[in-house]
Nanobody, 126 residues
Framework: QVQLVESGGGLVQAGGSLTLYCVAS????????IGWFRQAPGKEREFVTA???????YYADSVKGRFTISRDPIKDALLLQMDNLRPEDTAIYYC????????????????????WGLGTQVTVSS
């Protein structure tokens, strides 16, 4: 089992920046991919970005060039640096982890992930 806890959400003006954090605990050595999804009011949860243990990265087209996913090995945390935020980025952001090998699975769908955090709210004002 792996537990995920997100933090760093908040209210920011359009054009501003925020950094989200996800700390994993439990059997973290079994994690083969970790990433972020988001869910805006009235919309389905959507993929944002993911990082595999081979250091492959994936980004949704809507965030490419603005968001950066990385790991902080000292804090053992996953970071999501969000720059040039837009009102349409407003959502609850969820950290997700994949326990076990990916095989041929591309970690850009909810089904690819097996553990989820409770989310952190990001609100971007215009």
């Amino acid at each position: 089992q792996v537990q995920l806890v997100e933090s760093g959400g908040g209210l920011v003006q359009a054009g501003g920046s925020l950094t989200l954090y996800c700390v994993a605990s439990g059997r973290t050595s079994d994690i083969h991919a970790i990433g972020w999804f988001r869910q805006a009011p009235g919309k389905e949860r959507e993929f944002v970005t993911a990082l595999t243990w081979r250091a492959d990265t994936y980004y949704a087209d809507s965030v490419k060039g603005r968001f950066t996913i990385s790991r902080d090995p000292i804090k053992d945390a996953l970071l999501l640096q969000m720059d040039n935020l837009r009102p349409e980025d407003t959502a609850i952001y969820y950290c997700a982890a994949r326990i076990g090998p990916l095989g041929t699975t591309i970690p850009t769908t909810q089904e690819a992930f097996t553990s989820w955090g409770l989310g952190t709210q990001v609100t971007v004002s215009s």
